[in-house]
T-cell receptor, first 117, second 112 residues
Framework: NAGVTQTPKFQVLKTGQSMTLQCAQD?????MYWYRQDPGMGLRLIYY???????DKGEVPNGYNVSRLNKREFSLRLESAAPSQTSVYFC????????????????FGAGTRLSVL | GNSVTQMEGPVTLSEEAFLTINCTYT??????LFWYVQYPGEGLQLLLK?????DKGSNKGFEATYRKETTSFHLEKGSVQVSDSAVYFC???????????FGSGTRLQVQP
């Protein structure tokens, strides 16, 4: 019962370094998402992918890029990390397309805690 | 745009106390409403959901009723346990929207 798997669980970067957060799901879901969680702000959508081969910006996309490598995998890349990107990052997936929002039950990974010094 | 407002925490209760966490929303049309729970060190898990007005979602003793007239989806539990200590997020999903819109979360601490 792996569900949504994120790696790494923890990461410390220096300002300007780059890294890629990995996410994989084994539920054959069409849609995948990247959120960041900051204290007192809930979760905010960074990017999402409605289906394999497509990606779209969310609420806070600046400073990030994504790749939907195949149906299972959706990675998030920080090209030049900044202290403002210190956060907990969650990947999620759902069966339905985002346009069918009413049935959009999302399943979350355990998160990646990132600190940028 | 869509938004979700939750009561601020932390909410501290004694075991077996009654729990209410308030959630109100703003959205066009008829969104679906969700409660997610996050236990320490873990990701979010769906707790319950309701997809139309007057629906009641329930799970693990928790309940919430979709109130269109008051745009609310308050979470309740009759008798909390220490194991219910977690952060609870109210969220909505509207047709045509990109993803879930979350409230800021409410931390619940249950003391023995």
């Amino acid at each position: 019962n792996a569900g949504v798997t994120q790696t790494p669980k923890f990461q410390v970067l220096k300002t300007g370094q780059s890294m890629t957060l990995q996410c994989a799901q084994d539920m054959n879901h069409n849609s995948m998402y990247w959120y960041r969680q900051d204290p007192g702000m809930g979760l905010r959508l960074i990017y999402y992918s409605a289906s394999e081969g497509t990606t779209d910006k969310g609420e806070v996309p600046n400073g990030y890029n994504v790749s939907r490598l195949n149906k299972r995998e959706f990675s998030l890349r920080l090209e030049s990390a900044a202290p403002s990107q210190t956060s907990v990052y969650f990947c999620a997936s759902s069966q339905q397309d985002v346009r069918q929002g009413a049935k959009n039950i999302q399943y979350f990974g355990a998160g990646t805690r990132l600190s940028v010094l | 745009g869509n938004s979700v407002t939750q009561m601020e925490g932390p909410v501290t209760l004694s075991e077996e106390a009654f729990l209410t966490i308030n959630c109100t929303y703003t959205a066009t049309g008829y969104p679906s409403l969700f409660w997610y729970v996050q236990y320490p060190g873990e990701g979010l898990q769906l707790l319950l959901k309701a997809t139309k007005a007057d629906d009641k979602g329930s799970n693990k003793g928790f309940e919430a009723t979709y109130r269109k007239e008051t745009t609310s989806f308050h979470l309740e539990k009759g008798s909390v346990q220490v194991s219910d200590s977690a952060v609870y997020f109210c969220a909505l999903s509207g047709v045509g929207r990109r993803a879930l819109t979350f409230g800021s979360g409410t931390r619940l601490q249950v003391q023995p």
